[in-house]
């Protein structure tokens, strides 16, 4: 194997980790559909549930690059990939709500820390020529992950019939699940292939065997260059001192912290994973049933795919800037349309429509018969109230499917969109965004606390998805999250500025004391 296949198979192998962020997060997704009813768990609950690994993972962001710098890289991320499959085992076994809510929080711990270290090792073993590409094989498998994750809830789901010996809508969800435990043991033996990172070799200085690495991963001509630059950054490290958070609020700092803060919290205040987490509920909502709405999220994860291979392809070509605010304006357009659509929807229930339910107490539903609901909330309510919240939740979508009378098309384009357009844009485009707006002396403090911020977003705006749809509606909150898209579009044409062919230190002159 030559060098520069070597440096792109063990990246792969690291990247990993965002492959089994992205399943976990997919699955999920289908998993609340048996799980909620099972553990009996209201909105805020299930919201607990879903948003458990982020909440987990804004913390392991800022405490596991400190723990690799002790250890290892290769050491912690090995500990990682245990972690991931301790979760898919205590998650399929789970007998309570407390006890899927901490497996998940292991999950959460696991895919933080994966997602720090992942970009952080590969920068390590990668020439300035190849790193971005290289780098950004971490969002390609987080993507990968949801279309898995995504397909497999499909063929669960759909062997999960009534003549099926084997699957039940008590026991699906654990093998949705638990399923993941095989990625994760596969990651696990994979990383005992990948060298120990050569910089963190350097700094404890073992210098014999980094000198190994980096001539076995880049040949010995470049591995010579890769090592005076690794020494030239040891003496400026050595030279810098120690960071306080306090130190970037500087006034020289100022503007690029205020960009990366808003492009932080963007990302995820949009409600990107509240609609991955949640997109069979969703898809359920607009009445195309349970099966149509498991195959449509193999259809949005797809998308997914195909539009981070897009923001690949234009990064370095058509630039940072353009791509933000194209993809913003977009996300904003699309949360509108599904705003608008689900604005449209009238609720009826007929004696005919009622006779189709397959569940035995659905005719506890005849006094609803040819009572025209406006919108969703009020349907919900009373549905709630008649069935009560169990066998609710347990059929919501079948009911829905014969009540609702919708646009679903519309919604549809509006969530399809709204993916194609966040997956060149604010997905893969922040990441890159922020390792190039900070000085070398304060881009991991920087980046660490906006991972930070951005990952407690992530996890607030998952908690109160499902309370929002109870309680607002689906026209609502789509359309809140579009406002907020909208304004910050109005933002972003402001403040963001092209980092598109300038060297760092270009970028330092330019930006810093702005």
């Given at each position: 194997?030559?060098?520069?296949?070597?440096?792109?198979?063990?990246?792969?192998?690291?990247?990993?980790?965002?492959?089994?962020?992205?399943?976990?997060?997919?699955?999920?997704?289908?998993?609340?559909?048996?799980?909620?009813?099972?553990?009996?768990?209201?909105?805020?609950?299930?919201?607990?549930?879903?948003?458990?690994?982020?909440?987990?993972?804004?913390?392991?962001?800022?405490?596991?690059?400190?723990?690799?710098?002790?250890?290892?890289?290769?050491?912690?991320?090995?500990?990682?990939?245990?972690?991931?499959?301790?979760?898919?085992?205590?998650?399929?076994?789970?007998?309570?709500?407390?006890?899927?809510?901490?497996?998940?929080?292991?999950?959460?711990i696991a895919f933080g820390a994966a997602l720090v270290l992942a970009p952080i090792y590969i920068a390590e073993i990668s020439t300035a020529e190849n790193r971005g590409k290289l780098v950004s094989l971490q969002q390609l498998n987080i993507v990968f992950g949801f279309f898995a994750a995504f397909l497999s809830n499909y063929f669960f789901n759909k062997y999960n019939t009534l003549d099926s010996s084997f699957l039940s809508d008590e026991n699906v969800w654990r093998y949705m699940l638990g399923v993941e435990l095989i990625p994760a043991i596969f990651y696990f033996v994979l990383l005992f292939f990948v060298p120990k990172s050569p910089r963190?070799?350097?700094?404890?200085?073992?210098?014999?065997?980094?000198?190994?690495?980096?001539?076995?991963?880049?040949?010995?001509?470049?591995?010579?260059?890769?090592?005076?630059?690794?020494?030239?950054?040891?003496?400026?490290?050595?030279?810098?001192?120690?960071?306080?958070?306090?130190?970037?609020?500087?006034?020289?700092?100022?503007?690029?912290?205020?960009?990366?803060?808003?492009?932080?919290?963007?990302?995820?205040?949009?409600?990107?994973?509240?609609?991955?987490?949640?997109?069979?509920?969703?898809?359920?909502?607009?009445?195309?049933?349970?099966?149509?709405?498991?195959?449509?999220?193999?259809?949005?994860?797809?998308?997914?795919?195909?539009?981070?291979?897009?923001?690949?392809?234009?990064?370095?070509?058509?630039?940072?800037?353009?791509?933000?605010?194209?993809?913003?304006?977009?996300?904003?357009?699309?949360?509108?349309?599904?705003?608008?659509?689900?604005?449209?929807?009238?609720?009826?229930?007929?004696?005919?429509?009622?006779?189709?339910?397959?569940?035995?107490?659905?005719?506890?539903?005849?006094?609803?018969?040819?009572?025209?609901?406006?919108?969703?909330?009020?349907?919900?309510?009373?549905?709630?109230?008649?069935?009560?919240?169990?066998?609710?939740?347990?059929?919501?979508?079948?009911?829905?499917?014969?009540?609702?009378?919708?646009?679903?098309?519309?919604?549809?384009?509006?969530?399809?969109?709204?993916?194609?357009?966040?997956?060149?844009?604010?997905?893969?485009?922040?990441?890159?965004?922020?390792?190039?707006?900070?000085?070398?002396?304060?881009?991991?403090?920087?980046?660490?606390?906006?991972?930070?911020?951005?990952?407690?977003?992530?996890?607030?705006?998952?908690?109160?998805?499902?309370?929002?749809?109870?309680?607002?509606?689906?026209?609502?909150?789509?359309?809140?999250?579009?406002?907020?898209?909208?304004?910050?579009?109005?933002?972003?044409?402001?403040?963001?500025?092209?980092?598109?062919?300038?060297?760092?230190?270009?970028?330092?002159?330019?930006?810093?004391?702005?």
């Amino acid at each position: 194997m030559n060098n520069k296949l070597y440096t792109i198979f063990i990246s792969f192998i690291v990247a990993l980790g965002g492959f089994l962020f992205g399943f976990d997060a997919g699955i999920i997704s289908g998993v609340m559909s048996y799980a909620g009813p099972e553990f009996d768990l209201n909105e805020i609950q299930s919201g607990w549930v879903v948003s458990a690994p982020s909440f987990a993972a804004m913390f392991a962001m800022l405490f596991s690059g400190r723990i690799s710098d002790i250890i290892g890289r290769k050491k912690t991320l090995i500990f990682v990939a245990f972690l991931y499959a301790v979760s898919a085992v205590l998650s399929a076994m789970s007998i309570s709500y407390e006890m899927l809510y901490i497996a998940r929080i292991i999950g959460g711990i696991a895919f933080g820390a994966a997602l720090v270290l992942a970009p952080i090792y590969i920068a390590e073993i990668s020439t300035a020529e190849n790193r971005g590409k290289l780098v950004s094989l971490q969002q390609l498998n987080i993507v990968f992950g949801f279309f898995a994750a995504f397909l497999s809830n499909y063929f669960f789901n759909k062997y999960n019939t009534l003549d099926s010996s084997f699957l039940s809508d008590e026991n699906v969800w654990r093998y949705m699940l638990g399923v993941e435990l095989i990625p994760a043991i596969f990651y696990f033996v994979l990383l005992f292939f990948v060298p120990k990172s050569p910089r963190w070799l350097y700094l404890k200085e073992n210098y014999e065997e980094a000198k190994k690495v980096l001539n076995k991963i880049h040949g010995h001509e470049r591995g010579g260059i890769e090592i005076t630059a690794i020494e030239k950054n040891i003496y400026e490290d050595k030279n810098k001192g120690r960071l306080k958070i306090k130190d970037l609020l500087k006034p020289s700092l100022r503007f690029i912290l205020v960009v990366g803060l808003i492009v932080g919290i963007l990302q995820q205040i949009t409600g990107i994973n509240a609609v991955y987490f949640y997109a069979t509920s969703i898809f359920e909502q607009t009445g195309i049933g349970t099966d149509a709405a498991f195959s449509s999220g193999v259809l949005l994860s797809t998308i997914s795919v195909i539009f981070t291979f897009v923001a690949i392809y234009l990064i370095d070509r058509m630039g940072r800037r353009p791509l933000l605010l194209f993809g913003t304006a977009g996300i904003a357009i699309s949360l509108l349309l599904c705003a608008y659509g689900f604005s449209q929807a009238t609720y009826q229930l007929t004696t005919e429509k009622i006779d189709q339910l397959e569940f035995a107490e659905s005719q506890k539903l005849l006094p609803l018969i040819d009572k025209v609901y406006m919108e969703d909330v009020a349907f919900k309510n009373d549905l709630k109230d008649i069935l009560g919240n169990k066998i609710y939740s347990k059929n919501d979508g079948a009911i829905l499917e014969v009540s609702t009378s919708i646009n679903a098309t519309l919604i549809l384009i509006g969530i399809l969109g709204f993916i194609a357009c966040f997956a060149f844009s604010l997905g893969p485009v922040m990441w890159v965004l922020l390792s190039e707006l900070y000085p070398l002396k304060y881009r991991g403090l920087a980046i660490g606390i906006i991972a930070f911020i951005n990952s407690l977003i992530s996890s607030l705006v998952q908690l109160v998805f499902p309370w929002e749809l109870s309680n607002l509606g689906n026209a609502l909150t789509f359309f809140i999250f579009g406002i907020i898209a909208l304004f910050g579009f109005l933002l972003m044409v402001k403040i963001v500025p092209e980092t598109k062919g300038k060297s760092l230190e270009e970028l330092e002159r330019d930006l810093v004391a702005r």
